[in-house]
Nanobody, 118 residues
């Protein structure tokens, strides 16, 4: 089995920074993309950022572009999300996810709460 363990969530004031981490453990698996999603109460799950492990291409949602940076450690199957200039609108449960061999996000973390106070 594959498990993604998230850490780094918490409470931070507006304008502050936070770094989320997600590490995979368990059996070996194939993955090409690592991503971060978030879901706020009453809203649908949103892809925040993603990175291609092969070529390093990244994607960012318009709402976080210029403020968030995704990076990864391929050898350790770990992905990070560095968040800065945080606002209350960033408050959500953040989920990491890795794609499987079929290209869809097959592996998911348990979610970590990020709360931004004004």
């Amino acid at each position: 089995q594959v498990q993604l363990i998230e850490s780094g969530g918490g409470l931070v004031q507006a304008g502050g920074s936070l770094r989320l981490s997600c590490a995979a453990s368990g059996r070996s698996f194939i993955t090409y993309h690592m991503g971060w999603f978030r879901q706020a109460p009453g809203k649908t799950r949103e892809l925040v950022a993603a990175i291609n492990r092969i070529d390093g291409n990244t994607y960012y949602a318009d709402s976080v572009k210029g403020r968030f940076t995704i990076s990864g450690d391929n050898a350790k199957n770990t992905v990070f999300l560095q968040m800065s200039s945080l606002t209350p609108e960033d408050t959500a449960v953040y989920y990491c996810a890795f794609t499987g061999s079929g290209g869809k996000y097959d592996y998911w973390g348990q979610g970590t709460q990020v709360t931004i106070s004004s």
